[in-house]
């Protein structure tokens, strides 16, 4: 018996029991179908000689567990449209794979490709022009000139020009120097670079902009001239502010006088306007302004000749003012229209008009405002005053369409499903999108107007696109087959006299049921923010967990976006109450409607969404058998000091004070309200077995918050089992880290909840 011990625990060096080390393997078959399924990161549509017919780019990832990181693909199609014959494609033979490719980026006519190359380590960055037929130029851009291009949704802002000869974009600017030191001691300015006989110092500390841009501290506008291969940074930038999605203004009429359009951040927005950076990811709330300055390839212009477009052209841009104003993190967007004039001079004010204004309080099935997290490069149709955007509608995203000059605003995707749509790319008056749900994989579709004579009042018609990605997921869309969507309404339970009109509105849950639902276990799922969303499309990691056998429930709690304005700001200082009575009627609504077993319940959130999590199991400890959170916030008195964003702390804890109130040095009453208002206040009332997901450079939440209540919850008897990821940050979406995280959550629910 000794032996066959010592030959199991050989056999498993993670300490697991026989059968939980068969279901570890198991699931981890069962996950790999669901990871190896490329997904769309984004596509351009470009026209053809011939009207019948456009070629269709798209850019394609899929997670590389063994290199842990992401493949990038490119895949072409040429699609051709016929009256109202069926629509055909026809997909190149094979995807093209990008290796070592940071972006890849379209000139305007479709003729040209920008591909960027980053330096890693501070090696130099390489940008490749590209034609038809081959590499027409290659720029080697060393870190004295600039860093990295920043490629990501925030800062990123790469724009061809109208003439194709130049583009614009935003990289990291050069790093400031650092001292030199031998064995002489300080060496001054001007001596050589360091040497085998030198080194050099740290210098001083530089704020960066927090999450996912460590070591990032100056976003940068540059522009390239293709002709001559020259980069220059832009000039006449006099305040210290980081730049982001850069655009070109309409050339002038005499065609020299070239103007870039730039977000600006300004860098002292720290508390009472003290010189710190607010981590900006996920952070819509920071302060920022357009600004117009020429390209650094023109000499300066006389202030009486400086001068923009031949004919009224529009600039139009989402505000996140709400955001701002309000201190939330997130909010209800705002979009606005600048008439920009054929005789603008540098001096001159730009009037500003209101296209689309906050909703405060939607009606029932009405447009519940602007909820946008990107807009497309080219979003417009061919009358050049409407443009299309994604959004979040209630619990799903939906493809509007705006006519800027009205502000007339319509859905132009189905309003008979339960799927979220988003649109790729626009040519002419048809839309490139993508449709899924919870249960059904990404679906390429094409839309273009229809007659009313062939289709009543059905103003769009979508073609569902066949391609070679749809077949990747045939098995999946096999085990999800059985399964069912529906988007819940929850009445707000127990509204209090003092919540707004919006606040009392009933909030959504989106149910995804297995056969016999009310026999299978249910999963809680929720997300993080607490301003954001879970829309109704697929996502890999909750299709998995469906997979497995579990019903979700997906609780758009009021804060959510996609709800109207007075719905998001009811939670503003009722954080770890209302939001977390909300999930429990949400829960309580399937229960009674005889949907899932109120004995079998599990509950997993990521970051506010742990912190829903871990005040679940302690403030309603006999709900839950089980738990998983993933760098949740546990202890708001602990993050204050911790986090890149302390502002958030005040927000969700004070609401309409926070800014009256928030300091870098909290006194000993607001630490108790933090305390108050935090899971570990109720640490000793919970029973469910948890596990704990943490990234070990994330900056948000940094790790210290979980492992506090780990350690805290393993000290009072709990059973809690922790995995730490070195490397990852907030999100813990390195490839590795998402499969094991995920993998691990799917075998510590089944034990749990009896399944193994």
Not at 647 to 675: K, M, N
Request: net charge negative; glycine share 8%; with cysteine.
């Amino acid at each position: 018996m000794q032996a066959s011990r010592s030959a199991l625990k050989k056999e498993n060096p993670l300490g697991m029991d026989v059968m939980s080390s068969e279901e570890y393997a198991s699931q981890s078959k069962l996950l790999l179908e669901f990871t190896n399924v490329p997904s769309i990161e984004s596509a351009w549509l470009f026209k053809t000689n011939n009207e019948d017919r456009s070629t269709a780019m798209f850019s394609i990832s899929q997670p590389d567990l063994l290199a842990n990181n992401k493949r990038k693909y490119i895949l072409h199609s040429h699609i051709v449209t016929r009256g109202t014959m069926p629509l055909e494609c026809h997909w190149s033979p094979f995807p093209i794979e990008m290796t070592g490719v940071s972006a890849v980026v379209p000139s305007r006519s479709g003729s040209k490709l920008l591909v960027v190359r980053n330096g890693e380590k501070g090696s130099r960055t390489t940008l490749q022009i590209v034609n038809q037929s081959h590499v027409e130029k290659e720029i080697h851009v060393g870190q004295a000139i600039h860093g990295p291009l920043y490629t990501d949704e925030w800062f990123q802002g790469i724009s061809w020009n109208h003439e194709e000869t130049s583009i614009a974009y935003i990289a990291e600017q050069p790093p400031q120097p650092k001292p030199a030191f031998d064995d002489a001691g300080y060496r001054k300015e001007g001596s050589s670079e360091e040497d085998c006989n030198s080194w050099r110092g740290q210098g001083d500390w530089e704020e960066d902009w927090g999450e996912t841009y460590s070591r990032k501290g100056r976003p940068s506008l540059f522009v390239l001239d293709i002709d001559s291969g020259e980069v220059r940074a832009a000039r006449g930038v006099t305040k210290p502010m980081s730049a982001g999605q850069v655009v070109w203004a309409p050339p002038s009429s005499s065609g020299h006088r070239k103007l870039l359009v730039f977000v600006g951040w300004l860098e002292h927005n720290g508390f009472q306007g003290t010189a710190r950076k607010l981590g900006i990811k996920y952070c819509s709330n920071r302060p920022c302004s357009l600004y117009a300055i020429h390209s650094p390839f023109e000499e300066e212009p006389d202030a009486d000749n400086a001068s923009v477009g031949k004919d009224g052209k529009l600039l139009v841009f989402l505000s996140s003012k709400r955001a701002v104003d309000s201190g939330a993190h997130n909010a209800t967007d705002s979009l606005h229209r600048i008439d920009w004039p054929s005789d603008w001079k540098a001096e001159q004010q730009l009037s500003v008009t209101d296209v689309v204004p906050v909703v405060m309080c939607p009606q029932d099935g009405c447009f519940p405002g602007l909820y946008c997290s990107s807009m497309l490069s080219d979003p417009w149709f061919s009358d050049h005053r409407t443009m299309v955007l994604t959004s979040a509608w209630r619990s799903t995203e939906v493809i509007l369409s705006i006519d800027v000059l009205s502000g007339e605003v319509t859905r132009i995707s189905p309003e008979d499903s339960g799927y979220s749509w988003s649109a790729l790319a626009i040519n002419g008056n048809n839309v490139l999108s993508v449709s899924s749900s919870p249960i059904d994989p990404p679906q390429i579709r094409y839309g273009r107007r229809a007659s009313t004579e062939d289709h009543g009042t059905r103003a769009w018609v979508w073609d569902e696109v066949t391609s070679p990605l749809t077949a990747a997921s045939n098995k999946i869309k096999a085990l999800l087959s059985h399964h069912k969507l529906s988007i819940l309404r929850v009445p707000v339970p127990n509204p209090s006299d003092e919540l707004s009109d919006g606040g009392r509105l009933p909030f959504e849950a989106i149910f995804v049921s297995c056969e016999d639902s009310s026999q299978k276990p249910t999963v809680l799922i929720l997300h993080g923010g607490p301003h954001s969303t879970s829309v109704s499309s697929y996502s890999k990691s909750s299709a998995f967990l469906v997979s497995l056998g579990f019903n979700l429930l997906i609780a758009n709690y009021r804060g959510t976006l996609g709800y109207g304005e007075e719905a998001l700001q009811s939670l503003p200082g009722k954080v770890g109450s209302q939001d977390v009575q909300d999930c429990l009627a949400a829960l309580d609504h399937v229960i009674k409607e005889g949907l899932v077993d109120a004995s079998k319940v599990a509950v997993v959130g990521i970051s506010h969404g742990g912190f829903l999590t871990t005040h679940l199991i302690g403030q309603a400890p006999e709900r839950f058998a089980v738990a998983a959170a993933r760098n949740p916030v546990c202890n708001l008195s602990l993050m204050i000091g911790t986090t890149d964003i302390p502002d958030w702390c005040y927000a969700v804890a004070c609401g309409t004070q926070a800014r009256r109130l928030a300091s870098e040095s909290p006194s000993p009453d607001h630490l108790q309200i933090f305390h108050q208002k935090s899971p570990i206040a109720h640490i000793s009332k919970v029973k469910a077995p948890l596990l704990m997901l943490l990234g070990g450079a994330d900056l948000r939440v940094p790790a210290s918050n979980g492992l506090q209540y780990a350690r805290a919850l393993r000290e009072r008897g709990g059973e809690v089992k922790t995995i730490m990821f070195p490397e990852d940050t907030h999100e813990i979406d390195i490839p590795r880290s998402d499969f094991e995280s995920f993998l691990n959550m799917g075998v510590w629910f089944k034990k749990y909840l009896k399944l193994i």
